[in-house]
Nanobody, 124 residues
Framework: QVQLVESGGGLVQAGGSLRLSCAAS????????MGWFRQAPGKEREFVAG????????YYGDSVKGRFTISRDNAKNTVYLQMNSLKPEDTAVYYC?????????????????WGQGTQVTVSS
């Protein structure tokens, strides 16, 4: 069992930056690939970024590639999402998720554990 708690969301102006954190409980964090997803009002939840258990492989959604960076610190049981050059269309609730024996998949169904989400609002 893995429990995930996101933090770091808030209100930021377009062009600004935020760093989201996702703290995981449990001693097996390093065995999970991790992902970030987001859901805007009235839209489906979409893949943002994924990272392998070691951090050696990362994956990004097309809309955030070049602006967002996913990373992890297995000693701290934490995964991060650095978001730069934010746009109003990045406004959403951001969720982190854990994928057992995975690589950081784009597919939501492959993640067994989810956090409660953190709101990110980008003003124009």
């Amino acid at each position: 069992q893995v429990q995930l708690v996101e933090s770091g969301g808030g209100l930021v102006q377009a062009g600004g930056s935020l760093r989201l954190s996702c703290a995981a409980s449990g001693r097996t964090f390093s065995s999970y690939a991790m992902g970030w997803f987001r859901q805007a009002p009235g839209k489906e939840r979409e893949f943002v970024a994924g990272i392998s258990w070691s951090g050696g492989s990362t994956y990004y959604g097309d809309s955030v590639k070049g602006r967002f960076t996913i990373s992890r610190d297995n000693a701290k049981n934490t995964v991060y999402l650095q978001m730069n050059s934010l746009k109003p269309e990045d406004t959403a609730v951001y969720y982190c998720a854990a994928q057992a024996l995975g690589y950081g998949s784009r597919l939501q169904g492959e993640y067994a554990y989810w956090g409660q989400g953190t709101q990110v609002t980008v003003s124009s």
